[in-house]
Antibody
């Protein structure tokens, strides 16, 4: 059974960098079939995919156009986890942040999700 | 950017059938997935690839997809089905690649 767990600060000041980690159990961040994703949810933007990292003989990253200049998603193979960094945050980045897995190459469904972590951007 | 439109709310009596629609341009050409989300919890996959069910999801949950509308049907609704439901597709031309619907609150009367 795959389990994902988000961790990180629940409060970030405007203009600073939001940093979260997603710990993985039951699968490997280096899986050649899965992708590892960050998704957020807010009342004003609903569910919103932010980006992903995945390994296919080398590491790849993709991100949503509107956060591409601010986002970094990195794998951490030593600890079997992956991270999210979102820079220059504003109150509009306040949301519940989820990590989620797409389990198989060629599929587009998020089959496992973390429980989510609320991040508030405020001074 | 690809947009998925759902009705904000659906109300249904226990034992009856809830029908939740997800509208998108030519959505019938895409693979649609449905998630159930209860308050304070993460979304849970209930239907994928238009009409397949993950293990552990009751047969009461079914889906279809054609034209500009995908549909999630919950038969013999139970109190425990009260939740928000979201459709989702992948669209490579979209700003987000993975696109979620606006969500439908199912209320069991």
């Amino acid at each position: 059974q795959v389990q994902l767990q988000e961790s990180g600060p629940g409060l970030v000041k405007p203009s600073q960098t939001l940093s979260l980690t997603c710990g993985i159990s039951g699968d490997s961040v280096s899986s050649k079939s899965a992708t590892w994703n960050w998704i957020r949810q807010s009342p004003w933007r609903g569910l919103e995919w932010l980006g992903r990292t995945y390994y296919r003989s080398k590491w790849y990253n993709d991100s949503a156009v509107h956060v591409k200049s601010r986002i970094i998603i990195n794998p951490d193979t030593s600890n079997n986890q992956f991270s999210l960094q979102l820079s220059s945050v504003t109150p509009e980045d306040t949301a519940v942040y989820f990590c989620a897995r797409v389990g198989s190459t060629g599929t587009t469904v998020f089959d496992y999700w973390g429980q989510g972590i609320l991040v508030t951007v405020a001074s | 950017s690809y947009v998925l439109t759902q009705p904000p709310s659906v109300s249904v009596a226990p034992g009856q059938t809830a029908t939740i629609t997800c509208g998108g341009n030519n959505i019938g050409t895409k693979s649609v997935h449905w998630y159930q989300q209860k308050p304070g919890q993460a979304p849970v996959l209930v239907v994928y690839h238009d009409s397949d069910r993950p293990s552990g999801i009751p047969e009461r949950f079914s889906g279809s997809n054609s034209g500009d509308t995908a549909t999630l049907i919950i038969s013999r609704v139970e109190a425990g089905d009260e939740a928000d439901y979201y459709c989702q597709v992948w669209d490579s031309s979209s700003d987000h690649d993975y696109v979620f619907g606006t969500g439908t609150k199912v209320t069991v009367l």
